[in-house]
């Protein structure tokens, strides 16, 4: 009997119903989801990349660590050194020498791109539109296209003793000025250092102009107000919005220029004497001329030290505050 306000109550004889038991599926279907759900998926995409990075970067570096603390050819029986190679590194002429190039080439490879991207940058951003804004950018970013193999091959072509640089030299008179950039003692780090210049000038200004068009517009024009001029504005407004931007570039080209190989090889092949030889260089003779893989791999280990050691600041500096 039931009655209009509910079902009547179960007699002794009626089935109690009983919560339903879990299947095995439904069991074996919760750890999946937790998984998934603590990230298991991604780690799946990330394994290939991951395997591949332990493989062909951290293995080849923690043998380089290894290697470094031995006399080893290549070949023979490996004998053990110590502190020896690196002490060669820090005491001998040559070496410190060759650390010094590289940190010269700072400056050319670096500061000097970065200050007249920013220039460039300044002067492209006003004509960025319309046709003629894209065929200045692509011409400015042309020489990241080109091998550096070839730029190298064409650079020293330019500056040879009857190249096109010296030619127009003595066109307009300066013939006593005109010589054999690369392989003059004073001029031939100088000169691998404006290749390089050359080089990353065109990827700078692309990556400062993007963080230029980021600007707000309304700082500009609040500047304007106060009176400010294009120098004013500049300093004011443009260089401190591009602190990331400059971090980035400043990053990229310090790297090139400490890990600087195929410009100098093609161009000087560190010539002459060691006035162009740079530590990436110096490691390639060492392993596979000489056949000190123990020296070579103690100056691999303080060149990756000393970009760590001027990558880092820059990279503390210029990161943007987190909010």
Do not use: H
């Amino acid at each position: 009997m039931t009655s209009a306000f509910g079902s009547a109550p179960a007699g002794r004889g009626d089935p109690v119903a009983t919560p339903a038991r879990p299947t095995r599926s439904s069991t074996a279907r919760a750890p999946r989801k937790r998984w998934a759900r603590a990230g298991g998926t991604g780690w799946l995409f990330v394994l290939p990349a991951v395997v591949m990075y332990a493989a062909f970067v951290l293995r080849p570096l923690v043998l380089t660590i290894q290697y470094s603390f031995y006399n080893w050819n290549g070949i023979g029986v490996a004998r053990w050194a110590g502190l020896d190679n690196y002490l060669t590194v820090f005491t001998d002429s040559d070496l410190l020498k060759i650390i010094g190039n590289a940190l010269v080439l700072i400056v050319f490879f670096s500061f000097v791109p970065v200050a007249l991207g920013l220039l460039v940058a300044s002067l492209v951003r006003r004509i960025t539109t319309g046709a003629f804004g894209t065929v200045v950018r692509t011409v400015l970013f042309l020489p990241q296209v080109i091998p550096l193999v070839a730029a190298g091959i064409a650079w020293s072509w330019l500056l040879s003793s009857n190249g096109l640089i010296n030619q127009l030299l003595r066109a307009v008179g300066l013939g006593g000025v005109a010589r054999a950039w690369l392989g003059d003692f004073d001029t031939a780090l100088p000169a691998v250092g404006v290749i390089g210049a050359w080089v990353l000038l065109g990827l700078c200004t692309i990556l400062l102009v993007t963080g230029m068009s980021k600007i707000d517009p309304a700082l500009y024009e609040a500047a304007r107000l106060d009176g400010a001029g294009p120098i004013r504005e500049f300093f004011a407004v443009t260089l401190p919005s591009l602190r990331q931007e400059i971090g980035v570039c400043l990053t990229v080209t310090i790297i090139a220029a400490l890990a600087s190989f195929d410009i100098v090889y093609i161009s000087t092949s560190g010539g002459p004497g060691l006035q162009t030889t740079v530590p990436g260089l110096e490691i390639y003779r060492l392993a596979f001329s000489q056949r000190q893989v123990g020296l070579a791999s103690a100056l691999a280990v303080v060149l990756m030290l000393l970009v760590l050691l001027c990558v880092l600041p820059i990279q503390r500096l210029t990161r943007g505050d987190k909010s």
